[in-house]
């Protein structure tokens, strides 16, 4: 069992990284501001599936083998950051299509393939991968038991609050989508705003390697 200072330390720097948008939040409010409130909660719910599989893989023994080789180490920080990198100059790119989406009329699809939908967003999330794999463990206490217990227990408390603030996404979204659906220019800005925060996250990993 991680100490006490080992898990609010952590539970403090989960904060920070889950409420910067990444590409699950990004697809969550698209999805409630292009269908509505149901569809938006279905994909967090399916994302949150695909995140228990990272965490599991990570627990498993991921972040122990990566933790363990400092150039392995540094190919998964710096791959995370590029591809997150990328994905924030894609939403600042196509920041028009939410607005699009919005327009298009789209339809409410059935539960099994929105959850579908959501998992595969989550499972392939780059931002909670790396935090997973190259961060989590960092916040392992060695003195303190099984780490694969501890690895489990740190990703419990990452994703539920990731639950909670992802779900707060899908509620707001989905309640404000009127107030959206009203400027094309507000949703453009929802987009290219998360993906500027994206870049940030990218360049800060990528520079810097830290959590933060």
Same mark, same amino acid.
């Given at each position: 069992?991680?100490?006490?200072h080992h898990l609010i330390a952590f539970a403090i720097t989960a904060? @920070?990284?889950?409420?910067?948008?990444?590409?699950?939040?990004?697809?969550?409010?698209?999805?409630?501001?292009?269908?509505?409130?149901?569809?938006? @909660?279905?994909?967090?719910?399916?994302?949150t599936a695909g995140a228990s599989v990272l965490l599991v893989a990570?627990?498993?023994?991921?972040?122990?083998?990566?933790?363990?080789?400092?150039? @392995?180490?540094?190919?998964?920080?710096?791959?995370?950051?590029?591809?997150?990198?990328?994905?924030?100059?894609?939403?600042?790119?196509?920041?028009?299509?939410?607005?699009?989406?919005?327009?298009?009329?789209?339809?409410?699809?059935?539960?099994?393939?929105?959850?579908?939908?959501?998992?595969?967003?989550?499972?392939?999330?780059?931002?909670?991968?790396?935090?997973?794999?190259?961060?989590?463990?960092?916040?392992? &206490?060695? &003195?303190?038991?099984?780490?694969?217990?501890?690895i489990l227990l740190l990703g419990l408390i990452f994703i539920t609050?990731?639950?909670?603030? &992802?779900?707060?996404?899908?509620?707001?979204?989905?309640?404000?989508?009127?107030?959206?659906?009203?400027?094309?220019?507000?949703?453009?800005?929802?987009?290219?705003?998360?993906?500027?925060?994206?870049?940030?996250?990218?360049?800060?990993?990528?520079?810097?390697?830290?959590?933060?």
């Amino acid at each position: 069992m991680p100490s006490a200072h080992h898990l609010i330390a952590f539970a403090i720097t989960a904060l @920070v990284i889950i409420i910067v948008p990444g590409p699950s939040v990004l697809f969550i409010v698209g999805r409630a501001l292009a269908v509505g409130r149901r569809e938006a @909660v279905l994909t967090m719910l399916g994302n949150t599936a695909g995140a228990s599989v990272l965490l599991v893989a990570v627990s498993l023994g991921l972040g122990t083998l990566i933790a363990a080789s400092a150039v @392995v180490l540094t190919v998964v920080k710096l791959a995370g950051a590029a591809y997150l990198i990328y994905l924030g100059v894609h939403a600042v790119r196509t920041r028009k299509s939410l607005a699009a989406a919005l327009a298009s009329g789209v339809k409410a699809g059935n539960t099994k393939r929105v959850l579908r939908q959501g998992f595969l967003v989550g499972v392939t999330n780059a931002k909670t991968a790396v935090f997973f794999a190259a961060v989590l463990p960092q916040f392992v &206490d060695k &003195d303190a038991g099984s780490a694969s217990l501890q690895i489990l227990l740190l990703g419990l408390i990452f994703i539920t609050i990731a639950l909670c603030s &992802d779900g707060l996404w899908a509620v707001l979204a989905g309640t404000a989508r009127e107030w959206f659906a009203s400027s094309p220019r507000r949703l453009e800005l929802v987009g290219g705003t998360g993906g500027l925060m994206i870049i940030g996250l990218g360049a800060s990993i990528a520079v810097t390697g830290s959590k933060e």
